[in-house]
């Protein structure tokens, strides 16, 4: 993913900031969005996005997968900055693609039909301050790199277009819980 900033007119924008709202379910701390991987089931994508960061340590990612909120989950892991896999600058936005994908093929009626409500509008993850995942508020605009919003406006398009296709992204080391993630991962538990 380019990390060009982009500006939206507000105007334009479908947002969203927490969990609430008509479109917070497009928030990966929404609840009652169940994945499935290597057989195990994760209560929402923002703890498996988190838990991914520790490949290599299998005990931290079931900590984390552990805590009943996703927030609890992202604070428990900030406390092992120093243990996330040497590529995370590079790897954190195909992995947060398959987290949001994971997302749509288990949870197809309710989060595809969310997305889709969004029309072609530009989806924007309004924030105060992280300009990489959202926008902030800039007047008019909002502005930032917004690649969360980008990531759902692309899957958006996979939808419309009957083009989805789940794609376990090509990163060494990509595991969960000491297992290997592949296309055998979700087999099991697809419906």
Known sequence: MSLSRRQ?????????????????????????????????????????????????????????????????????????EEKTRVDWDHSRFKIMKFCIQLKYFYNKKEFGDLLLKTKNRPIVEFTFEDKVWGATDEGKYYEGTNALGRLLMELRESIKSNTFQLEVPRIENFKLLGKDINGDSFKKYNY
């Open 8 to 80: 939206y007119q507000k105007k334009e924008c479908i947002t969203f900031k927490s969990t609430k709202g008509e479109f917070g379910g497009l928030s990966n701390m929404a609840p009652n969005y169940l994945v499935f991987i290597n057989e195990v089931q994760v209560k929402n994508i923002e703890s498996l996005y988190q838990a991914l960061r520790f490949p290599e340590f299998p005990e931290i990612q079931q900590n984390i997968l552990n805590h009943t909120s996703p927030i609890s989950a992202k604070q428990f892991a900030r406390q092992f």
